[in-house]
């Protein structure tokens, strides 16, 4: 297959992925014997059973709130090779070093080290690979790359339930994953089956968050509930899951995710942006309560 043609530049970084990459064309499993990646305390999954919830957008504002109002290492991973959006929401467009041992070293902006698939591609270039190659970029998107000591690695993992979301979960020891979905009951089914794929591979769920809950008008500030109001609410307590909260759809939230400049940093007074921080608040409060319960460990009678 002719990788050099997603790509322009023969930089480092591009090579040292390029040739991971390869080597899943030539047999190579990916297998991964230690689940772990060294100096990240805690990895959250941010997930949805479907695309176009703003899964993405409720990654990255959790990200520079963990990092800016908590105060925490923060990493972010953009775990969606075919469609990465964290390049332009964080507004990052150059391509990444690497350092010493050959591994690629995270790029910074609002307090956050971030890595995408983005960096390494054109902008309107599409990954045309198959699942081998696909877990393979994944690896050194994640091992290859030189996080440093962080609190909390972000993964922004793409839609649905198949290969890359089972992949990711089983390869990465997840701290907890947090479920997106707006309240609209189609939304809300697929918000189901990405849950309970997380049960099944025995991963924490941190919560629920019902993103897009209403538009607010951005003259009167009168809600409309265009989604439908509360179905986020009412399936986190179907399914016994905390519900983390309700994020609204404002005009702040869309011109900045494409500017490349998050509402948490750019309207900071928003409805939007003091959602996402108390969301943060409590993801730092439930990983902090795992914590305890694993160190606890079970109560052993005999």
Request: proline share 6%.
């Amino acid at each position: 297959m002719g990788f050099g043609r997603f790509f322009s530049r023969s930089q480092s970084s591009q090579r040292l992925l390029l040739s991971t990459v390869a080597s899943s064309c030539n047999g190579a499993s990916g297998n991964v014997k230690n689940p772990s990646i060294p100096g990240v305390k805690d990895i959250i999954a941010v997930a949805s059973g479907k695309g176009g919830v703003g899964k993405s957008t409720t990654a990255v504002n959790l990200a520079v709130a963990l990092a800016n109002a908590w105060k925490l290492n923060v990493g972010l991973l953009d775990a969606d090779i075919y469609g990465p959006s964290i390049p332009t929401m964080m507004n990052l467009h150059q391509k990444p070093d690497v350092s010493q041992d050959m591994k690629m070293i995270p790029i910074e902006n609002y307090g956050v080290k971030c890595m995408s698939i983005g960096f390494l591609v054109e902008k309107d270039a599409p990954i045309v690979w198959r699942g081998p190659m696909v877990m393979s970029a994944l690896e050194k998107l994640t091992r290859g790359v030189s996080w440093g000591n962080l609190d909390v690695l972000i993964v922004d993992m793409p839609p649905g339930t198949g290969d890359t979301q089972l992949s990711v979960s089983q390869r990465l020891k997840l701290s907890g994953a947090v479920i997106v979905s707006t309240p609209q009951d189609i939304a809300l089914i697929d918000a189901r089956r990405g849950a309970n794929m997380f049960r099944k591979v025995e991963v924490p769920i941190l919560g629920l968050v019902e993103n897009m809950s209403c538009f607010k008008c951005p003259k009167c500030g009168e809600k409309s509930y265009i989604f439908g109001e509360g179905g986020a609410r009412r399936t986190a307590n179907d399914m016994q899951l905390k519900f983390l909260g309700e994020v609204p759809l404002e005009l702040g939230v869309r011109t900045s995710s494409d500017e490349g400049e998050p509402v948490v940093v750019s309207y900071p007074q928003s409805t939007s942006a003091k959602a996402y921080v108390d969301i943060a608040e409590k993801i730092v409060n439930r990983l902090k309560q795992l914590e305890e319960e694993h160190q606890m460990g079970p109560e052993i009678s005999l």
